[in-house]
Structure formats: C-alpha cells, structure tokens
C-alpha cells in the first residue's frame, strides 16, 4: 500500500499519457464526413450541458452542478453525490465553488507527498478505492482504445463504400439504358410483327391478282386474236394497188380501168366497186391505192391477173406495179417480221393468201 501511495503520480501521468492519443485520435475522426456519430459521442464528453457521468443532457433550468476545476455537469444525486435539498440551501457562491470528486481526489492524492509512511487506515482505504477506480476506468480506457483501432479502418471502408455508390449508379444508368432498350425492342418487333401479317395478306392478296391479271391478259390476246381476224374478215373485199403515179386532181376510175383492159380484166362497174381512194404512205412514193370490191370473187380475179403485172411492165415499160391483200396493222406487222425472220432463216418465199401469211424455204 505504501508503495502503491508512492507510485500513485506516476500513474496519473500514465494515465494522462494514455487519455491524450485518445482524444486526438476522436478529434481526427471528428472532421471527417462521415464521422459525425464519433463527434458528437465525443462534444457529449467535453461540453457542459451533458452530464459526465451518465452522458445525458442535464436540465435547463440549471438543477445541476458544475464542477469549477473540470468544467464538467453532473446531474443531481448519484451522478454528483449533492441532493437537491442540499442544493436548493446551497447558494451560488457555494455552487460556483464546487469541486467533483474526481477532482477533490486528484487534489487529495496532490497532497500526499512525503506523507506516505505515517498514512492511517482510513487513508489506506481512500487509496485502495482510487485504486480500483483507476483501474476500472483503465479498462475502460483500453477497451475504448481497441474499439478505436477497429474503426481506424473506418474512413477506408467508407471510400470503398463511396465508390461502390459510384458504380451502383453506373450499373442503375446502365439497367435504365437497357430496359428502354428493351421496351423499344419489344414495339420493333410487335411492329415487325404486325407487318408480317399484313405482307402475307399483300402477298396472298397479290398472287390473287396475279391470277386474275394472267386470265384478264389471256382473254385480252384472245379478245385482241379475234379483233384482228374480225377485222381482216372485214377487209376480205380489198385490195391495194402499189405502183401507180399520183397526179394532182387525178380520177382513179381512169389507172383501174387502163389496168382491168391492159390485164385482160372486165372493167369494174360503179356497183362493183364501192370505194376507191389513196392510202396514207410511209415513204417518199406514190401512196398506194384501195379498191374496195362489192364482192370477194371480182377481187379474187384481180389477185389471180396479178402474175400479168411482171410481164405488163417488161414489154410495155410501164412503172412496177403490184397488188397486195389489204392487212390490218396487226398482220402487217407480222408479215414485216415474218420476212425479216424468213432471211435470217434462209426462207425464199414469204407471202399473203386471203389475209393469211405464209413461208416456205423451197
């Protein structure tokens, strides 16, 4: 016991020595952002208005009491050891006076000095009890200091944290960016979708009138066949006369009747003949002539005399002159191809009988 009285400043020193760190370890951890729990367990220990032993806030209306050397609150009863009877008596000298006991303890232990050898019993007692106090409160002490050295990796853990936040929001965007992605692929492919549809009713609907087409195409070269053999039939009666000079205010009985005598023909009565006029020409020579015969026998007796027209021409020099069937535009053309294709094909005779064309090689 003796030598623990001796030692008893060297261990308020350690104690001191230890407190210290302490203290600058939470003020460190109090100006960081996101330490503000730490800050504020550490304002309830130095402010006055928390009380320091059971860390509550004390009254407003000044029922409590401060220690004048610590600066320290306490609450009435346990916390201070006052009563608040004996602090309603008490007046404000006395109150601004008042020391805890922690700190009438430390002036007590001050004290002490060189009178370690004649202590009494009842000092021995008051040191046994500091003694315990210290050492409870330096468990306490320790274990705050290892619960600090845990949260010492505190600030790191919270910059994973932050950038952690930063790559949540990243992936947030991103899973944003694909949903409406995904909405806009959902209505491409309803849209696709609905037009698929409607392009297999446009195809069906088109292979329909793809038939309908072909058979209105086939009754249309049909209706055009029969059209033009109507209309060849009509002309069956005709003849065209190519050859003969044209004169302005000419008379076109007079060349018929000189060609009917020179071809050993009856001359053409007016009931015979129905209508004789020139036809438009595409060339530079006379426009040929069209007789149209009241019956098909007189013009089939004018195609028969034709073979006379060669030797009319060499003996009386007359201009070449010959007759051809009277064809429609149809059958004209036709009759251009078919000779155009009969001399690539080397066919000697190509020729119109009746308003029908023929071929032949030999």
Known sequence: ERFSRRRLPQVFFFLSCLILPVQIVFFSFCTFQTSSCFLFFFIKQIMPTDCIVCFKSVPTDGCFMKCVSCNHAYHLEKCSGVAPAT?????????????????????SRLNVGGSCDSGTPANDDTVSSQLADISAKLELLFSLKANVDRLCDLPAKVVDLLSLKTSMDAMRETICALQASMEKYESIVALVTENDKEVKLLRTEVERLQGTVSGQTELIENLQTNINATEQYSRRCNLEIHGVPFSTDE?????????????????????????????????????????????????EHWMKARKNLVRLVRSQGEPKIYFNDNLTS?????????????????????????????????
């Open 330 to 362: 149809t059958n004209k053309d036709l009759f251009w191809r078919a000779r155009t294709r009969g001399k690539e094909k080397s066919y000697r005779f190509v020729w119109v009988k009746k308003g029908t064309i023929f071929a032949k090689k030999r």
């Open 251 to 299: 008379d076109l009985s007079v060349p018929l009747n000189g060609l009917a005598s020179k071809l050993n023909l009856a001359i053409p009565t007016p009931a015979e003949v129905v209508a004789c006029h020139r036809l438009r020409s595409r060339r530079d020579g006379a426009p040929p002539i069209l007789v149209q015969f009241a019956s098909v026998s007189v013009k």
């Open 87 to 107: 602090f309603k008596s008490m007046g404000n000298a006395k109150r601004e006076k008042w020391n805890c006991r922690t700190c009438r303890n430390r002036e």
